[in-house]
């Protein structure tokens, strides 16, 4: 009985809740910010490799209506992918040349920020 008698101040002063509120929601809002940073890079990885991909196909396909033969439009791709910091053959990033007026550039779909480097 008498520690039920302790409580019942306890119970009416709710000066402390805030702060247990706080406490139990500050872990929950961490991590939310943290997937958060996490979601950015993601997106700005993805942006940095697709424009890798479009400006080493625009310059292959530059060379090629310049009339470079395909070897050379290849080289001219392989030489902007570079620049990104991506090699052609390592980690599944590859140059493919299927016609004269097509030339692809594939970067694996798990491509992450690790294997490039910013401009």
């Given at each position: 009985?008498r520690?039920?008698?302790?409580?019942?101040p306890l119970?009416?002063?709710i000066?402390g809740?805030?702060l247990t509120?706080?406490?139990?929601?500050?872990?929950?809002?961490?991590?939310?910010?943290?997937?958060?940073?996490?979601?950015a890079?993601?997106q700005?990885t993805?942006?940095?490799?697709?424009?890798?991909?479009?400006?080493a196909?625009?310059?292959a396909?530059?060379?090629?209506?310049?009339?470079a033969?395909?070897?050379?439009?290849?080289?001219?791709?392989k030489?902007?992918?570079?620049?990104?910091?991506?090699?052609d053959?390592?980690?599944?990033?590859?140059?493919?040349?299927?016609s004269?007026a097509?030339q692809?550039v594939?970067?694996?779909?798990?491509?992450?920020q690790?294997h490039c480097?910013s401009?």
């Amino acid at each position: 009985m008498r520690v039920c008698r302790l409580c019942v101040p306890l119970k009416a002063n709710i000066a402390g809740n805030v702060l247990t509120i706080t406490a139990f929601c500050l872990p929950l809002v961490i991590g939310a910010v943290g997937f958060a940073v996490d979601v950015a890079g993601w997106q700005q990885t993805k942006r940095m490799l697709q424009g890798a991909a479009d400006s080493a196909a625009f310059s292959a396909a530059t060379a090629s209506a310049a009339g470079a033969t395909s070897t050379r439009a290849s080289e001219e791709a392989k030489a902007v992918l570079s620049t990104y910091g991506i090699v052609d053959g390592s980690n599944g990033a590859t140059v493919i040349r299927q016609s004269r007026a097509e030339q692809l550039v594939r970067l694996p779909e798990r491509w992450n920020q690790h294997h490039c480097r910013s401009l």
